[in-house]
């Protein structure tokens, strides 16, 4: 079981930064992949970054070269670093974590924070 809270979330104007975290507890964070997801109004939710447990790094490409997605196991928290926000970032970001153990897919969220971008 795994138990994930979002902070970080709130107002900027575009081309601001805001670094999200969320924090896990309830298991060994290392063993997890974490990834972040949003869901605009109207929106599928989409994945925004992923972070394997060997640190390797996966963005979509709106983001890519703007967000920076990193974890600190020590203190089992992700983070997403956006940098030159736009309007189209506005969502709710939502923290993931999920292992797969060759029999089973374990995938826990948190409850979601608000990023909203106005120009």
């Known amino acids: 079981q795994v138990q994930l809270v979002e902070s970080g979330g709130g107002l900027v104007q575009a081309g601001g930064s805001l670094r999200l975290a969320c924090t896990a507890s309830?298991?060994?964070?290392?063993?997890?992949?974490m990834a972040w997801y949003r869901q605009a109004p109207g929106k599928q939710r989409e994945l925004v970054a992923s972070?394997?447990?060997?640190?390797?790094?996966n963005y979509t490409v709106s983001v890519k070269g703007r967000f920076t997605i990193s974890r600190d196991n020590a203190q089992n928290t992700l983070y997403l670093q956006m940098n030159s926000l736009k309007p189209e970032d506005t969502a709710v970001y939502y923290c993931?974590?999920?292992?797969?153990?060759?029999?089973?897919?374990?995938?826990?969220w948190g409850q979601g924070t608000q990023v909203t971008v106005s120009l």
């Open positions: 993931n974590a999920n292992r797969w153990n060759g029999f089973n897919r374990s995938n826990y």
């Open positions: 972070i394997t447990v060997s640190g390797s790094t």
């Open positions: 309830g298991s060994i964070f290392s063993r997890y992949t």
